[in-house]
């Protein structure tokens, strides 16, 4: 998490905010272009490794208005390639809004480069002419989405409630066949297309909870822990001696001033005289 935070405070200025919404829209014109014209996109802007060794770069890029689709009928790419739009969108946002606008900006972009990394080692390493569309890039993004939010419903056929966690399951599911039993530049396609959620689960989760002291801590806090008797309070102001059975609304805090572990409600927590070790001291004599 600290990689994240030193590149944040570096680069975070760059970020581009809202950057769903740009994708989006590359998706809409990639949906319009799929109808007037469906080979337009592979002749001209597909990702051919092929073609951007012979100079055409902007490959690179263009291959990101391939829109997500659902159907082939053009009716129905129509309706549900807009409805892919309106779902790839609100969750672009969500995941922005819960990380961070450059945080985002790199999982997607991370992405995007596993998939060009993918096209090339396909290309160069295994000799296979295949194009790379942004399948695995909108599918990275629903897993993302899905290990924040797993238990957010989806309709599937408009109908059935789902939660996204098993839809994510279902879908890695097939892809995990597909590696299993696929090529081996099948699998290189997979790994590398999949890189951003699988470096950015791994980089930002809390490894703290695992280190050694960490464990300890939580060892000896369970260890000092007794079973509270029936009828006693767990917190108590030193002042005015109010416990939690004295109103569901009343607060308690320690005072790091003051010696002994008290508590405070939050009426006496700044208002109190802090407590001394002498105190303490002499008040366990008597």
Known sequence: MKFFHKLEYKYGKYAIHNLMYYIVILYALGLVMNLINPMFYWVYLSLDIGKVLHGQIWRLVTFLVYPPTLATWAFMDIFFGILALFMYHSLGLTLERVWGAFRFNLFFFMGVIGQILAAFVGYVVFHDAY????????????????????????????????????????????????????????????????????????????????????????????????????????????????????????????????????????????????????????????
């Not at 629903?142 to 290990?147: G, K, M, N």
């Not at 996204?164 to 590398?192: D, Q």
């Not at 950015?200 to 695992?210: I, L």
């Open 131 to 286: 194009f790379i569309t942004t399948g695995f890039l909108n599918f990275s993004i629903f897993l993302a989405f899905a290990i924040c939010f797993p238990d957010v419903q989806f309709l599937m056929f408009m109908v059935i409630p789902v939660k996204a966690k098993w839809l994510a399951i279902a879908e890695t599911a097939v892809y995990a066949y597909s590696f299993f039993r696929g090529s081996a530049s099948t699998r290189c396609e997979i790994v590398l297309s999949l890189i951003n959620v699988l470096l950015f689960v791994a980089m930002t989760r809390n490894y703290q909870k695992y280190s050694p002291r960490e464990i300890k801590r939580k060892h000896d806090f369970k260890a000092k822990v007794k079973v509270m008797p029936k009828g006693r309070s767990m917190h108590k102001c030193a002042v005015c001696g109010r416990t939690e059975a004295d109103g569901a609304d009343l607060e308690f805090r320690y005072c790091s001033k003051c010696a002994g572990g008290l508590e405070y409600c939050m009426d006496h927590l700044y208002t109190h005289q802090h407590v001394t070790e002498d105190v303490v001291q002499i008040h366990d004599k008597q």
